[in-house]
Every structure is written in structure tokens, then in C-alpha cells.
């Protein structure tokens, strides 16, 4: 089992910046990729970024690339979102998620709001 705690979200002005973390709990150990997803209201929610937990490759959906930076802390079993020029738009409960294998993602946090005024 893997645990998962979010942080770092709230409030924030079109145009600013804020930084997720989660941090993982259990059979880090074991940890094949990790991943942070996004559910705005009324919509399904959707991948946001993804890394491999060993390597550190990261790998981003289109239309966050340049705008979001998805790193890891391996000694401190955390994980980050860093996020710049934020908007609207970007209003959703963020989601950190982990998977033991290649397969889908197994172990979902609680979720952190972020919230973008215009």
C-alpha cells in the first residue's frame, strides 16, 4: 500500500504561481511512476503530468508543457507541481496518484483546490 497526501494548494491570481507536493507514504520502495491529475468542475478529470519515480523522466499533457514543472524528492518521498501563469482555466481539485507498475495508477490522494481568479 501506498499513501498520498497533497498540499500546497488555494487561492491565487491569474498570472501567479503556486507549488503542489505530495507526499508518499508506505511501499515507496516500490513506486514504478507517480502522477498529478486535475478535476475542474462539471468536467472528468484529466491527466495533468507524470515521473518515473527512478529516472525522473517527466512527461506532460499538451497543453501544460512550459507552463508546469513536475519534479520528485526521492529522499523525501515527495513529489512537486511547480505552476506559473496560471489562469482560470486552471481551477480543479489537483490530484497526486501512484502506481507499483507499469499498468494504471493504483493510489489516488485526497485532492488539494486550487482556485485561479481572474
Known amino acids: 500500500q501506498v499513501q498520498l497526501v497533497e498540499s500546497g494548494g488555494g487561492l491565487v491570481q491569474a498570472g501567479g504561481s503556486l507549488r503542489l507536493s505530495c507526499a508518499a507514504s508506505?511501499?515507496?520502495?516500490?513506486?514504478?511512476?507517480m502522477g498529478w491529475f486535475r478535476q475542474a468542475p462539471g468536467k472528468e478529470r484529466e491527466f495533468v503530468a507524470g515521473i518515473y519515480w527512478s529516472g525522473g523522466s517527466a512527461y506532460y499533457r499538451d497543453s501544460v508543457k512550459g507552463q508546469f514543472t513536475i519534479s520528485r524528492d526521492k529522499d523525501k518521498n515527495t513529489m512537486y507541481l511547480q505552476m506559473s501563469s496560471l489562469t482560470p482555466e486552471d481551477t480543479a481539485v489537483y490530484y497526486c496518484a501512484a502506481k507499483l507498475g507499469p499498468g494504471n495508477f493504483d493510489y489516488w490522494g485526497q485532492g488539494t483546490q486550487v482556485t485561479v481568479s481572474s
Open positions: 508506505g511501499r515507496t520502495f516500490s513506486i514504478h511512476s
